[in-house]
């Protein structure tokens, strides 16, 4: 059952990350697709399973939805850790922008695979995050944030990770 879970949500993830590659493609003139290069450490809050991480996160401005000072939009992404462990992820995101300032608040379920690292109980996890983020320029944001994943006691053992990550985000 696990396998057919897994293989259902890579299909599902992979299909989302593929429709949203195209659509940006589509309109790259238009600056609205925004990527988020990362890197951080991954569960800095066990020293025993801390490791480093690198990943990208895919935004469609184009998909954005307004409420009044904010804005909603889909993300899609991934990372993978120095112990081979990765996490493709879907969800959304919401831009609070104060000034130069932004703060962003996320949610996105995904697959989980543990590799050589930390086994967080069950393939399917779920990501809640905040960031903050500059504007260094109209089309370049730098940030830090911190997120946490778990799998909301899915599975047999639900001891989760914290980390945090500083993020570039470039608009093209």
Known sequence: MRKIISTITAIILSFTFLTYAFAADENKNLNETKVNFF???????????????VGIQHQNEELFSHFGRSTISPITGG???????????T???ADYEIGALTITPSFAPGYYNYGNGKDLGYPIEFKTELQ??????????????????????????NPGANSYMFNLLKKF
């Open 91 to 93: 969800g959304v995101q």
């Open 39 to 53: 890197t951080g450490m991954f569960d800095f809050s066990d020293h025993k399973q801390a490791s480093g991480l």
């Open 132 to 157: 903050m983020s500059f504007d260094l320029s109209e089309e370049t944001n730098f940030g830090m944030s911190y997120n946490h994943i778990s799998n909301a006691s899915l599975g047999k053992k």
């Open 79 to 89: 990372f993978i850790t120095s112990k081979n462990a990765f996490y493709l992820y």
